[in-house]
Protein backbone atom coordinates (compact mmCIF):
# COMPACT_ATOMS: atom_id res chain seq x y z
CA UNK A 1 0.00 0.00 0.00
CA UNK A 2 1.65 3.33 -1.01
CA UNK A 3 -0.52 5.50 1.23
CA UNK A 4 -2.28 4.43 4.74
CA UNK A 5 -3.34 6.61 6.81
CA UNK A 6 -4.78 6.15 10.77
CA UNK A 7 -6.43 8.03 13.29
CA UNK A 8 -5.37 11.45 11.47
CA UNK A 9 -6.78 14.45 13.32
CA UNK A 10 -5.96 18.11 12.35
CA UNK A 11 -7.02 21.08 14.40
CA UNK A 12 -6.88 24.68 13.96
CA UNK A 13 -6.83 26.03 16.87
CA UNK A 14 -9.67 24.82 19.52
CA UNK A 15 -10.89 23.51 16.37
CA UNK A 16 -10.90 19.96 15.44
CA UNK A 17 -11.09 19.54 11.54
CA UNK A 18 -10.24 16.08 10.57
CA UNK A 19 -11.97 13.63 13.04
CA UNK A 20 -10.04 10.49 12.96
CA UNK A 21 -9.15 9.71 9.00
CA UNK A 22 -8.53 6.24 8.38
CA UNK A 23 -7.42 5.38 4.65
CA UNK A 24 -5.56 3.29 2.09
CA UNK A 25 -4.65 3.95 -1.41
CA UNK A 26 -2.38 1.33 -3.44
CA UNK A 27 0.04 2.64 -5.80
CA UNK A 28 -1.48 3.58 -9.23
CA UNK A 29 -4.69 4.99 -8.28
CA UNK A 30 -6.62 7.35 -9.59
CA UNK A 31 -8.55 8.69 -6.33
CA UNK A 32 -10.83 11.72 -5.65
CA UNK A 33 -11.86 13.38 -2.20
CA UNK A 34 -15.24 14.93 -2.83
CA UNK A 35 -17.52 16.73 -0.33
CA UNK A 36 -19.26 20.06 0.29
CA UNK A 37 -17.01 23.05 1.13
CA UNK A 38 -15.67 23.19 4.59
CA UNK A 39 -15.54 19.44 5.18
CA UNK A 40 -12.05 19.00 5.30
CA UNK A 41 -10.99 17.68 1.93
CA UNK A 42 -8.39 19.83 1.34
CA UNK A 43 -6.77 19.73 5.16
CA UNK A 44 -7.10 15.84 4.61
CA UNK A 45 -4.57 16.51 1.38
CA UNK A 46 -2.21 19.03 3.27
CA UNK A 47 -2.10 16.72 6.00
CA UNK A 48 -0.55 14.00 3.57
CA UNK A 49 1.74 16.90 2.14
CA UNK A 50 3.01 17.66 5.91
CA UNK A 51 1.67 21.13 5.24
CA UNK A 52 -0.10 21.04 8.40
CA UNK A 53 0.54 19.48 11.93
CA UNK A 54 -1.64 16.41 12.59
CA UNK A 55 -1.83 13.53 14.83
CA UNK A 56 -2.40 9.77 13.65
CA UNK A 57 0.10 7.76 11.59
CA UNK A 58 1.00 9.07 8.14
CA UNK A 59 2.65 6.70 5.67
CA UNK A 60 3.06 9.05 2.69
CA UNK A 61 6.33 9.22 0.06
CA UNK A 62 8.18 11.91 0.42
CA UNK A 63 8.83 12.52 -3.76
CA UNK A 64 5.79 14.26 -4.24
CA UNK A 65 4.19 17.08 -6.33
CA UNK A 66 1.34 19.00 -5.66
CA UNK A 67 -0.86 21.20 -7.98
CA UNK A 68 -2.93 23.65 -6.86
CA UNK A 69 -5.97 25.62 -8.30
CA UNK A 70 -4.36 28.75 -8.18
CA UNK A 71 -1.79 28.80 -11.16
CA UNK A 72 1.23 28.13 -8.87
CA UNK A 73 4.06 28.80 -11.93
CA UNK A 74 6.63 31.34 -11.47
CA UNK A 75 5.56 34.73 -13.81
CA UNK A 76 9.28 35.48 -14.19
CA UNK A 77 10.10 31.97 -15.75
CA UNK A 78 9.62 30.67 -18.77
CA UNK A 79 7.68 27.64 -19.26
CA UNK A 80 10.65 25.73 -20.17
CA UNK A 81 12.34 26.86 -16.89
CA UNK A 82 9.04 26.43 -14.97
CA UNK A 83 9.13 23.14 -15.85
CA UNK A 84 12.95 21.88 -15.46
CA UNK A 85 11.77 23.75 -11.56
CA UNK A 86 13.71 20.81 -9.37
CA UNK A 87 15.85 19.52 -11.55
CA UNK A 88 18.69 21.48 -11.14
CA UNK A 89 20.97 17.63 -9.84
CA UNK A 90 19.85 16.50 -13.25
CA UNK A 91 23.15 17.16 -15.97
CA UNK A 92 22.02 19.53 -18.48
CA UNK A 93 21.70 17.34 -21.29
CA UNK A 94 19.56 14.71 -19.32
CA UNK A 95 17.64 17.95 -17.71
CA UNK A 96 16.57 19.38 -21.13
CA UNK A 97 15.63 16.26 -22.19
CA UNK A 98 13.43 15.91 -19.55
CA UNK A 99 11.90 19.28 -19.80
CA UNK A 100 11.64 18.68 -23.39
CA UNK A 101 9.55 15.26 -22.94
CA UNK A 102 6.86 16.90 -20.31
CA UNK A 103 6.56 20.13 -22.86
CA UNK A 104 5.17 16.98 -25.67
CA UNK A 105 3.41 15.31 -23.18
CA UNK A 106 1.45 18.75 -22.26
CA UNK A 107 1.42 20.02 -25.44
CA UNK A 108 3.02 23.27 -24.88
CA UNK A 109 6.53 22.79 -27.50
CA UNK A 110 5.64 26.01 -29.41
CA UNK A 111 5.01 28.02 -25.97
CA UNK A 112 8.33 27.27 -24.41
CA UNK A 113 9.84 30.20 -24.84
CA UNK A 114 6.58 32.62 -23.15
CA UNK A 115 6.01 33.38 -19.78
CA UNK A 116 2.95 32.48 -17.60
CA UNK A 117 0.76 35.62 -18.21
CA UNK A 118 1.25 34.84 -22.55
CA UNK A 119 -0.81 31.71 -21.49
CA UNK A 120 -4.19 30.76 -21.09
CA UNK A 121 -5.60 29.41 -17.65
CA UNK A 122 -5.47 25.70 -19.16
CA UNK A 123 -2.07 26.11 -20.57
CA UNK A 124 -1.11 27.65 -16.88
CA UNK A 125 -2.21 24.51 -15.43
CA UNK A 126 -0.56 22.60 -17.51
CA UNK A 127 2.70 23.95 -16.78
CA UNK A 128 2.27 23.05 -13.37
CA UNK A 129 1.22 19.89 -13.79
CA UNK A 130 4.33 19.25 -16.10
CA UNK A 131 6.45 20.62 -13.62
CA UNK A 132 5.09 18.49 -10.68
CA UNK A 133 5.36 15.65 -13.25
CA UNK A 134 8.81 16.43 -14.37
CA UNK A 135 10.68 15.28 -11.18
CA UNK A 136 9.04 11.42 -11.69
CA UNK A 137 7.70 11.82 -7.99
CA UNK A 138 5.58 8.51 -6.51
CA UNK A 139 2.30 10.87 -5.92
CA UNK A 140 0.63 13.94 -7.40
CA UNK A 141 -1.22 16.10 -4.60
CA UNK A 142 -4.37 18.14 -6.75
CA UNK A 143 -6.44 20.50 -4.63
CA UNK A 144 -9.45 22.10 -7.09
CA UNK A 145 -6.78 22.35 -10.28
CA UNK A 146 -9.59 23.35 -12.58
CA UNK A 147 -11.55 25.35 -10.21
CA UNK A 148 -10.73 28.49 -11.58
CA UNK A 149 -11.52 27.21 -15.01
CA UNK A 150 -14.60 27.99 -17.41
CA UNK A 151 -16.92 24.80 -18.03
CA UNK A 152 -15.54 24.76 -21.11
CA UNK A 153 -12.13 24.70 -20.70
CA UNK A 154 -12.60 22.56 -17.82
CA UNK A 155 -13.77 19.71 -19.19
CA UNK A 156 -11.39 19.64 -21.69
CA UNK A 157 -8.56 19.46 -19.32
CA UNK A 158 -10.45 16.81 -18.15
CA UNK A 159 -10.01 14.77 -20.84
CA UNK A 160 -6.29 15.82 -21.34
CA UNK A 161 -5.42 14.89 -17.48
CA UNK A 162 -7.50 11.35 -18.17
CA UNK A 163 -5.18 10.89 -21.27
CA UNK A 164 -2.05 11.54 -19.02
CA UNK A 165 -2.85 9.49 -16.43
CA UNK A 166 -3.82 6.48 -18.72
CA UNK A 167 0.15 7.01 -19.78
CA UNK A 168 1.86 6.06 -16.66
CA UNK A 169 -0.70 5.46 -14.62
CA UNK A 170 0.64 7.92 -11.37
CA UNK A 171 -1.06 7.77 -8.29
CA UNK A 172 -3.14 10.79 -7.89
CA UNK A 173 -5.07 12.70 -5.08
CA UNK A 174 -7.31 14.96 -6.35
CA UNK A 175 -10.01 16.80 -4.32
CA UNK A 176 -12.54 18.38 -6.29
CA UNK A 177 -16.21 19.76 -5.20
CA UNK A 178 -17.24 18.59 -8.86
CA UNK A 179 -18.49 14.70 -8.90
CA UNK A 180 -18.20 14.49 -12.40
CA UNK A 181 -15.10 15.39 -12.71
CA UNK A 182 -14.85 13.03 -9.66
CA UNK A 183 -15.83 10.33 -11.49
CA UNK A 184 -14.99 11.15 -15.37
CA UNK A 185 -11.34 10.78 -13.46
CA UNK A 186 -10.85 8.48 -11.10
CA UNK A 187 -10.38 4.78 -9.69
CA UNK A 188 -11.88 5.31 -6.44
CA UNK A 189 -13.72 8.22 -5.03
CA UNK A 190 -13.93 8.81 -1.35
CA UNK A 191 -16.91 10.97 0.01
CA UNK A 192 -16.49 13.52 3.07
CA UNK A 193 -18.43 15.10 5.03
CA UNK A 194 -17.59 17.16 8.71
CA UNK A 195 -14.37 16.03 8.53
CA UNK A 196 -15.12 12.60 8.20
CA UNK A 197 -14.60 9.65 5.45
CA UNK A 198 -18.51 8.84 4.85
CA UNK A 199 -18.09 6.39 1.91
CA UNK A 200 -15.59 4.40 -0.79
CA UNK A 201 -17.10 4.23 -3.80
CA UNK A 202 -15.69 2.51 -6.58
CA UNK A 203 -15.42 3.54 -10.24
CA UNK A 204 -16.55 0.34 -12.22
CA UNK A 205 -16.27 2.51 -16.03
CA UNK A 206 -13.85 1.13 -18.48
CA UNK A 207 -10.46 2.94 -19.54
CA UNK A 208 -9.58 4.94 -21.35
CA UNK A 209 -12.86 7.22 -21.39
CA UNK A 210 -13.92 9.97 -23.46
CA UNK A 211 -16.46 13.18 -22.81
CA UNK A 212 -19.21 10.89 -23.88
CA UNK A 213 -18.87 8.75 -21.30
CA UNK A 214 -20.82 10.95 -18.92
CA UNK A 215 -24.08 10.61 -20.59
CA UNK A 216 -24.08 6.74 -20.33
CA UNK A 217 -25.93 4.73 -17.79
CA UNK A 218 -23.44 3.74 -15.66
CA UNK A 219 -22.08 7.27 -15.46
CA UNK A 220 -25.44 9.08 -14.52
CA UNK A 221 -26.61 6.43 -12.26
CA UNK A 222 -23.43 6.55 -9.78
CA UNK A 223 -24.02 10.04 -10.03
CA UNK A 224 -27.34 10.50 -8.72
CA UNK A 225 -26.05 7.85 -6.24
CA UNK A 226 -23.30 9.85 -4.92
CA UNK A 227 -25.61 13.38 -4.93
CA UNK A 228 -28.43 10.83 -3.01
CA UNK A 229 -26.05 9.93 0.04
CA UNK A 230 -25.12 14.23 0.09
CA UNK A 231 -28.51 14.29 0.87
CA UNK A 232 -29.15 16.57 -2.62
CA UNK A 233 -31.35 14.37 -4.89
CA UNK A 234 -30.93 14.29 -8.61
Known amino acids: ?31 SIVGKSGCGKSTLL ?10 GAVEFPADF ?38 LVLVGLESHANKYPSQL ?28 ALDNFTRSQMQ ?20 IEEAI ?3 DRIILMDKGEIEGDVEVDLQRPRASELKFSTGFVDLRRSILERFGQGV
Do not use: C
Open 1 to 31: MLIQVQGLRVSYGNTEVLHGIDLEIQEGQFV
Open 120 to 147: SGGQAQRVALARALAANPKVILMDEPFG
Open 46 to 55: LALASFVPHD
Open 184 to 186: FLS
Open 65 to 102: GMVFQNYAVFPWMTVRDNIAFGLSKLPAVERATVVDKH
Open 159 to 178: QWLAGVWQNDHKTVVLVTHN
